[in-house]
């Protein structure tokens, strides 16, 4: 079921949490939202819900006004962030909740429900934990409970609020691949909140990048990652350099180096910004001819596949982190303490003082 | 819950040594010298003294009238509770604090208040008479009393359960598709049962051994308004000591086994409630 939100705003007092949203989310894509904590994604993924009331906007779910749905009749499968199981339910119980509460004529019998609980909890792979108290489990396995119970109800679209948000690192890593394998699985409608881009760029068909009650980009991981509408997507989806400049008929002056910006070819002398990601600095150890800016290697950490440089610019002091593959890093050969030669391979300008 | 499994904290052994001494002193030696008292007597004169109809009479209306408020002591205190945790409305601080009013008041204070507001010309009697419902000097007024001096115990002990009670729970619930009714006897009744079990237990055994308040409204009319501690009192001021304390172990024991039975059940729903 696709759900579609037209200009909804939502006042919590004086404090506007969000403004004037619109999205739509297409049938089966598994949508990220993601912004830094405040910037109103559990506000809307709760007002998807119905668990919060709109100020003003619109709701469609499959195209029908869905606005004044009470949360029962929108049949969505909610995760909390804090996963919410009763605790003095069994694991079992949790599960068979959603369906033990239906109204009579449509209620399973008790050996529907036992067959339907006991192949949830295969799909979530919990099925010996069946008679567990949620204050038995670990993290991640409560977190596979909260979801099993939203499943349970066959929801027409699933919200997950932080699904991992409270887990440790390596539990994280693995439950959201299962996340996005079990949604490749059952290809039902789903939003998720983050505040962990990696995450987002990982499992997400589509990246709804949001800041201070707005939404600043809707894209795929690429879109979002490698084209950035503006400097706030630039530095929320990953480490960035900043290169402060000025940008003057469609090109930028960095130091010795100058770029071409074609998109500012209107501006005359107008303060600027480069941006440019770890990935995309070139390091030579001789300048070969052409200018390049030169910086002192300051630490290098070389643990793993990717080696990670930070580097300081001689002309003005700048920190400069650079990322390269470790082939790269043994051809040239790098040490602490020496200088090299640096230089963007890509890189977006835009104008203003950047942030 | 901790130190029942395995001894980790230092200095058990000398807490529990001092906990049995102390309710030994506090609790178990004057009690105990109720049972030797009863000793002088026989066992066939023991049976009259706790068979007459007087005193049956008197723990029917005890027993009844304790069981009553502590039961509307659950209904109306979940009510309050809930009301002071979950909204909030100029001047809840004063509600709040009128809460424990019955506890700190004498209660024989409390009891003629009640009286008074209650009697055929009180402010609430008189438009209660009328109807047919006589208050002061019934029984009924015996549980408006104990009613009163039972009310902060559920409010207390369900009022901190019910803050750590958060609405998602209720939410998850609405999402799952239950409706008020569900959520309310499936999701948080369970939740605060053990609270619940605990306010009534306190309320009732405040109730069953409470005097002050209960002797002004209730008219102590024996077979029909007199509870049992009344009874014990009359039998004291008779120097009918050996009577007196025949009732008392009554009491007692039925107490002891009522408050038992109390603890056990809440010892069960508390085990499948383990604090996450
Ligand atoms: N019920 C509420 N009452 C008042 N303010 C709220 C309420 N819910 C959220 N807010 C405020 O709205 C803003 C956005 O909140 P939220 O949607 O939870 O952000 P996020 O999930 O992105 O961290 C926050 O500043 C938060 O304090
Ligand atoms: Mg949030």
Known sequence: MSIEIRRVTKQFGDFAALKNIDLTVNTGELVALLGPSGSGKTTLLRIMAGLETPDSGEILFHGENATDRSVRDRHVGFVFQHYALFKHMTVFENVAFGLRVRPRSNRPSNEEIRAKVHSLLQLVQLDRMESNYPSQLSGGQRQRVALARALAVEPKMLLLDEPFGALDAKIRQELRLWLRRLHDELHITSVFVTHDQEEALEVADRIVVMNEGRIEQVGTPEEVYDHPVNPFVYHFLGNVNLFHSRVGEGRVKIGPLEIDAPEHAAAQDTPAVAYVRPHDIEIERHKNGQPAIAALIQHIQSVGPVVRLQLNRQDTGQMIEAELSKERYRELGLKAGEVVFIKPRHWTVYQGEGI | ?276
């Open chain 2, 1 to 276: 819950m901790v130190l029942k499994q395995k001894s980790i904290l230092p200095g058990f052994g000398l807490a529990l040594g001092f906990t049995l001494f102390y309710l030994s002193f506090i609790v178990l030696i004057p009690l105990s010298t109720l049972f030797l008292r009863t000793a002088t007597l026989s066992w066939g004169q023991f049976w009259e003294i706790i068979t007459a109809p007087r005193a049956l009479a008197s723990y029917r209306l005890s027993l009844g009238a304790s069981l009553i408020a502590a039961l509307l002591n659950v209904v109306f205190g979940l009510l309050v509770a809930w009301v002071l945790v979950r909204y909030s409305f100029p001047g809840k601080r004063i509600v709040d604090g009128l809460v424990d009013l019955p506890f700190a008041l004498p209660t024989a204070v409390g009891g003629i208040a009640l009286t008074t507001i209650y009697s055929g010309k009180g402010w609430i009697g008189q438009y209660l008479e009328p109807l047919g419902i006589k208050v002061a000097y019934a029984p009924l007024g015996v549980v408006v009393a104990l009613t009163f001096i039972g009310l902060p115990f559920v409010v207390r002990t369900v009022q901190p359960v019910l803050e750590d009670f958060h609405p998602e729970f209720e939410e998850a619930a609405t999402t799952l598709g239950a409706n008020r009714l569900q959520i309310f006897l499936r999701v948080i009744f369970p939740t605060l049962m053990p609270a619940l079990l605990t306010g009534f237990a306190m309320a009732f055994a405040r109730a069953l051994g409470e005097y002050g308040s209960v002797v002004f409204i209730s008219g102590n009319m024996p077979m029909r308004t007199e509870i049992t501690p009344l009874l014990i009192m009359t039998k004291l001021e008779q120097f009918d000591y050996a009577g007196a304390t025949a009732l008392a172990v009554v009491m007692l024991a039925v107490s002891f086994l009522l408050l038992l039975a109390i603890n056990l059940l809440q010892w069960w729903s508390r085990r499948r409630l383990a604090a996450l």
